[in-house]
């Protein structure tokens, strides 16, 4: 099969690999339609994520057809249309009984050395990871119902609901999807920043924000002030890797309001001073990937048309291109928000 490669730090070749075989009675074999360019394929591309090292086929944002099953697979056969969840946990430390297997402290992650990925043409996958994709849904849909069960656990996590104000930092794949999942669940104002306008537009015009600032051309802080008529906001997201965001979050939030660090993976230390922390009572938050329950949500926001949660995808290139499609992820050119991989 082909296959593009993560050779060496900013470097993918197109190569050709076996077919995986599949390694347990209940895992499967499915053949790749479309994947995604996720922000932590980029951190591998440069060379700064923890576990995601060359050489390494990456690519976790997939949908395809299920083209062979192990004899212990019951729920799946070949031919049928899929999407994946793209993790494999324990299912017996306390996070995974509990349902939070986003955070088992043994999970993988599908597209590293130990478990190749979607920018090849197959991949093996255990039939836990997957779910059927409805007729109703192009694969491209399909792939990126994993960006937006990311999007739906942010917002659980801050436990946004109907008339709370939210300010998203950063309106990339998973900014822009925060602020459409963060409109469902009633928000209101909704505020994008971004130092993109291409990232805003589709924010806006697309995915349900009512208001955009483009940074770091106004006073940020003061039109945040202003659009919560002096409040602040209930909630900050913090979706762009820049450490000076979680002040200008700190700046913005309410008394007693949260910030959700959602993507801060950079190599500068985040520094704050602690009573800006203190005095207002603000909580400080994380979120990481999403479980079960959050891929169900996703699957009904995206079959019910309730977000349009392909607005991000810009460019559809062949897994051939995938060293000019990371180039593009990186650089934003071409307007460029998800590049995804098709076949």
């Known amino acids: 099969m082909k296959a593009s490669l993560l050779e060496s730090i900013g470097h993918?070749?197109?190569?050709?690999?076996?077919?995986?075989?599949?390694?347990?009675?209940?895992?499967?074999?499915?053949?790749v339609k479309?994947?995604?360019?996720?922000?932590?394929?980029?951190?591998a591309f440069e060379g700064n994520h923890p576990f995601r090292k060359p050489p390494a086929i990456m690519g976790h944002e997939m949908a395809g057809v299920i083209a062979k099953v192990g004899p212990a697979?019951?729920?799946f056969s070949p031919g049928d249309r899929v999407f994946v969840d793209p993790q494999r946990f324990c299912g017996e430390c306390p996070q995974c009984r509990s349902g939070q297997?986003?955070?088992?402290?043994?999970?993988?992650?599908?597209?590293?050395?130990?478990?190749p990925g979607a920018f090849g043409d197959f991949v093996v996958v255990p039939e836990y990871t997957l779910f059927h994709l409805p007729d109703s849904l192009s694969f491209v849909e399909g792939a990126m119902i994993e960006p937006l069960s990311v999007a739906v656990r942010a917002v659980r996590r801050a436990s946004v609901e109907?008339?709370?104000?939210?300010?998203?930092?950063?309106?990339?794949?998973?900014?822009?999807?925060?602020?459409?999942v963060a409109r469902v669940e009633g928000a209101q104002p909704v505020i994008a920043?971004?130092?993109?306008?291409?990232?805003?537009d589709t924010a806006h015009e697309c995915l349900g924000a009512t208001h955009r600032i483009l940074l770091p051309n106004v006073d940020a802080a003061a039109e945040m002030r202003r659009l919560t008529q002096g409040q602040g906001v209930d909630v900050v997201f913090i979706c762009a890797d820049s450490a000076a965001l979680v002040n200008l979050g700190l700046e913005v939030v309410k008394p007693q309001g949260k910030i959700v660090l959602v993507a801060l993976m950079t190599t500068e230390p985040v520094t704050f001073m602690a009573h800006q922390v203190i005095r207002k009572e603000i909580e400080i938050s994380s979120t990481f990937a999403g479980n079960e329950k959050d891929v169900h949500r996703a699957l009904e926001l995206?079959?019910?048309?309730?977000?349009?949660?392909?607005?991000i995808v810009s460019h559809q290139l062949p897994v051939e291109s995938a060293q000019y499609g990371m180039e593009l992820a990186i650089t934003k050119k071409d307007k460029a928000i998800k590049i995804v991989l098709i076949r």
Do not use: Y
């Open 12 to 31: 993918l070749v197109m190569i050709e690999t076996p077919v995986p075989e599949i390694p347990r009675p209940d895992w499967a074999l499915v053949q």
């Open 34 to 43: 479309a994947t995604g360019i996720c922000g932590s394929e980029i951190h």
């Open 73 to 75: 697979v019951q729920a």
């Open 101 to 115: 297997i986003n955070v088992c402290p043994s999970k993988q992650v599908l597209g590293t050395a130990d478990w």
């Open 162 to 180: 109907l008339g709370m104000s939210v300010a998203v930092l950063g309106t990339g794949s998973i900014g822009g999807l925060i602020c459409g």
């Open 193 to 200: 920043a971004d130092i993109r306008a291409h990232c805003l």
């Open 302 to 311: 995206a079959q019910s048309k309730q977000i349009d949660h392909t607005a």
